[in-house]
């Protein structure tokens, strides 16, 4: 089986073929976004559509700003997912496995990989849709112990929140610098986001076409943006574009209790307690995070970790000298102990 043409300018051993999936559960939103959606879908040598050997797949989701082309980006003296997946199997560091690399992208520049009525769907699209596509067009070990689910980021976080909304999909979980923590990572950033929206008289509209329009942005605005992709994914108003819900007073900026609650509802440290049974059916939960990252989200990250050993479940928990940025090399450590604890055959 000749190898893509992706797979050359990667430089792997394996294939990477780009899928299309049809799903109706991103279909008519709000932002006008792309219900046909790329998967990219990464095979190991030796690899035979026509065998009889089946694989555990490892679901890769991107975080806020990226895409499923961001992740097959080959950067000079980095290695990214598709590489060090390509060489730990080489090496013999890791069983043989596929990844699928999911897109999640929207207009406001992310989904967070849960159902919205402005976003779509996009929990059910992971869950049913991806998965479904990519378990009748693979060989793959179709059940939860054939599946984890790893991301970076708002890619962390879907991870994370997949896991516990949709118990027996996944067998396992990394989370990479993952959203956490919202009281200590989000509450700083509305105060920028609430300076820039009162430039527009506190109208989204007018700020994400003046936003779009720009050659090039400062860093408050993609904050705001930031923010905003929040909104639409945990507190959507109606079904309308830009009809959200913010944590802050757009006058004032004054937190607001009620609305900030509702994000704090799908904030992994919060739901931890309630999700317990849910996490317990995984095999493995990693966490990590750089102890310089920008957002604090090491802060989450170590809460989260103690908040799940006291319920008694076992937690892989690493921090490394780092940032927020550039730290696919973690890969290393998370695709080896995920194969690890998935069933081969």
């Not at 067998?171 to 959203?179: N, V, W, Y």
């Not at 006291?310 to 995920?338: I, K, M, Q, T």
């Amino acid at each position: 089986m000749a190898q893509s043409d992706i797979a050359q300018l990667l430089r792997i051993e394996g294939d990477l073929r780009v899928e299309w999936i049809e799903s109706d559960a991103l279909r008519n939103n709000a932002y006008g976004d792309p219900h046909r959606r790329p998967i990219a879908v990464y095979t190991p040598p030796g690899y035979d559509p026509g065998g009889s050997t089946r694989y555990p797949v490892l679901y890769l989701l991107h975080g806020y700003t990226g895409d499923a082309v961001a992740l097959l980006a080959a950067r000079p003296w980095e290695v990214n997912a598709v590489q060090w997946i390509d060489r730990l199997i080489g090496e013999r560091r890791m069983p043989s496995a596929l990844l699928a690399i999911v897109d999640g992208f929207t207009r406001l520049g992310g989904s967070q990989y849960v159902n919205s009525m402005q976003n779509g769907r996009y929990a059910d699209y992971v869950v049913n849709d991806v998965i479904g596509h990519v378990d009748r067009t693979f060989r793959t070990i179709a059940r939860e112990g054939g599946r984890a689910v790893l991301g970076k980021s708002s890619g962390g976080f879907g991870a994370l929140h997949l896991s516990m909304e949709s118990p027996g999909t996944f067998c396992a979980c990394a989370s990479h610098s993952g959203d956490s923590y919202f009281r200590g990572a989000l509450v700083p950033m509305f105060r920028e986001a609430a300076r820039i929206l009162e430039r527009y008289g506190g109208d989204i509209a007018a700020f994400v076409e003046g936003f779009e329009k720009k050659p090039k942005r400062p860093q408050p605005e993609y904050t705001t943006m930031e923010m905003l992709g929040y909104a639409a994914a945990y507190t959507p108003r109606s079904a309308a574009a830009f009809d959200v819900e913010l944590p802050f007073d757009r006058e004032t900026g004054e937190l607001l209790d009620d609305v900030f609650a509702r994000w704090l509802a799908f904030d992994p440290v919060e739901r931890v307690h309630a999700r317990c049974a849910e996490l317990s059916r995984l095999r493995l939960r990693y966490l990590d995070c750089g102890r310089r990252d920008e957002y604090g989200l090491d802060i989450g990250a170590r809460i989260l970790a103690q908040r799940m050993r006291s319920l008694g479940l076992d937690v892989l928990h690493e921090e490394f000298d780092d940032d927020h940025r550039n730290v696919g090399y973690r890969y290393e450590r998370s695709l080896p102990a995920l194969a690890a604890v998935l069933d081969t055959r």
